[in-house]
């Protein structure tokens, strides 16, 4: 966390005891300022902590307030327990947010978020738990406005927090946050590849990231055999959580979803550095990351050529199934995530191949490149102007268009795939 290497300002790190586990509290110190423009201003100091119940944020004004409302959306009222001034309080949507209100001015809150509790359809986990950390999204729980009065304010420090007690990696260029009770076979398999992965991005997606990229790694025990590995990437971090007992030993499966993982977050970090990439779709931008991914593995010889084939088989074979689902355009909107990673990395390899002796991520900085000066920067339509650019043959942007955007159930997934490759769609 970015605490640690002290590169955020008006931010403190403070040890603490809670049930006997010694934990880390971040203090953020947030200046909001009433929008529109106005003379007043409020500072809140926010400290988000572990315990039994799950990950708790205390907000504590500098001076008592009446009322104050947090950007967290309602849905998430059944997942909040709050206490003001130390007694349980009323909380009610306003509007998009979450408000709090007193019998008189208070100067703290805490919320507890309860771990028991699922998160809201649709909406991707704001906590991430492991077995004596987590990992939270700061964002939606900074204050949207005080004594009824909308401001604006943006924390100093990064968006993913770490909460707990952690182990600290460093290297040159990267930093990595991660539990005790991670693996050895993982953490062996972590150290040996980031560094690696994190070199070679920068020589072939361009220079130096802004700040140096921070890599946090939570651990769950789950269930004997099992490997579930859960990931989420934004500017400068990286979140992986590992699920199961399959990862205690170094076998050939773990082994390969540990490393791709790993290979797919670290490459969203370069994304996001990138004009535009917000317009991009789940399976242009998920399916980019896996494929820059996937090959950098083959390219840096952490895959050997049969893993490489034997990968692009498998994914071949998954993204024939997942086309009987429906369009890959609306395959996210589906709640069919695999299908967007699996065609993803077709559309990509297949673009790639048009073009004599390049490589995934020499096309995809192509493609970034080329969408920067776009109004709808690296959206589907740049990117099929950009195919026909790169690849010269009208057929095949057509069928990479159709391969996107056509309903391909109960046809034959595996001849489709093969059809975008030959441009015969």
């Known amino acids: 966390m970015s605490v640690l290497s002290g590169k955020t300002p008006g931010a403190a790190t403070l040890a603490v005891a809670a049930g006997g586990l010694a934990l880390f509290v971040l203090a953020l110190v947030l200046i909001l300022r009433p929008a529109p423009q ?3 201003s409020y500072q809140v100091q926010l400290y988000p902590f572990l315990t039994e119940a799950g990950v708790e944020i205390g907000y504590r004004p500098v001076e008592p307030v009446e009322s104050l409302t947090i950007g967290l959306s309602p849905d998430y009222l059944a997942a909040l327990s709050v206490t003001m001034n130390g007694e349980i309080v009323r909380m009610a949507g306003e509007g998009d947010g979450i408000g709090f209100d007193g019998s008189e001015p208070f100067d703290l809150v805490s919320i507890v978020i309860d771990r028991s509790l699922e998160t809201p359809a649709k909406a991707y986990p704001l906590v991430q738990y492991g077995t004596g950390a987590a990992v939270i999204d700061i964002t939606p729980f900074q204050p949207v406005a005080v004594n009824g009065q909308r401001v604006s304010g943006q924390s100093p420090g990064p968006r993913f927090q770490w909460v707990g007690q952690p182990l600290l990696w460093e290297g040159e260029n990267i930093v990595m946050l991660y539990e005790e009770a991670m693996p050895q076979a993982v953490q062996g398999m972590i150290g040996n590849s980031i560094a690696v992965l994190n070199d070679y ?12 990229p921070e890599l946090y790694m939570l ?9 579930a590995i859960e990931g989420d990437s934004v500017r400068g971090q990286v979140l992986i959580r590992f699920i199961g007992g399959g990862l205690n030993e170094v076998g050939q499966e773990a082994r390969r979803r540990v490393l791709e993982n790993i290979a797919h977050e670290m490459a969203h970090l370069w994304q996001l550095e990138r004009d535009g990439v917000g317009a991009a779709p789940d399976w242009l931008h998920e399916g980019g990351a896996q494929a820059i991914g996937l090959e950098s593995l083959f390219i840096t010889e952490q895959y050997a050529d049969a893993d490489y084939a034997a990968m692009l088989g498998r994914t071949q074979r998954t993204c024939a199934n997942a086309l009987a689902g429906g369009p890959l355009d609306r395959a996210a909107a589906r709640g069919e995530h695999e299908a967007s990673y699996a065609c993803g990395v077709m559309a990509w390899t297949a673009l790639s191949a048009q073009r004599e002796g390049a490589t995934v991520v020499a096309t995809w900085k192509a493609f970034a ?10 959206s589907a339509e740049a990117f099929y102007d950009f195919a026909a650019e790169w690849s010269g043959s009208e057929p095949f942007t057509r069928s990479l268009r159709q391969f996107v955007r056509a309903d391909w159930s109960g046809a034959n997934g595996r001849m489709i795939v093969d059809g975008l490759f030959e441009g015969s769609l």
């Open 38 to 40: 106005g003379s007043q």
């Open 369 to 378: 490149d080329f969408a920067a000066g776009r109004r709808d920067g690296q």
């Open 201 to 212: 991005y920068k020589g072939v997606l361009g220079g130096d990231l802004p700040a140096r």
């Open 219 to 227: 651990y769950a025990a789950g269930q004997p055999g099992q490997i």
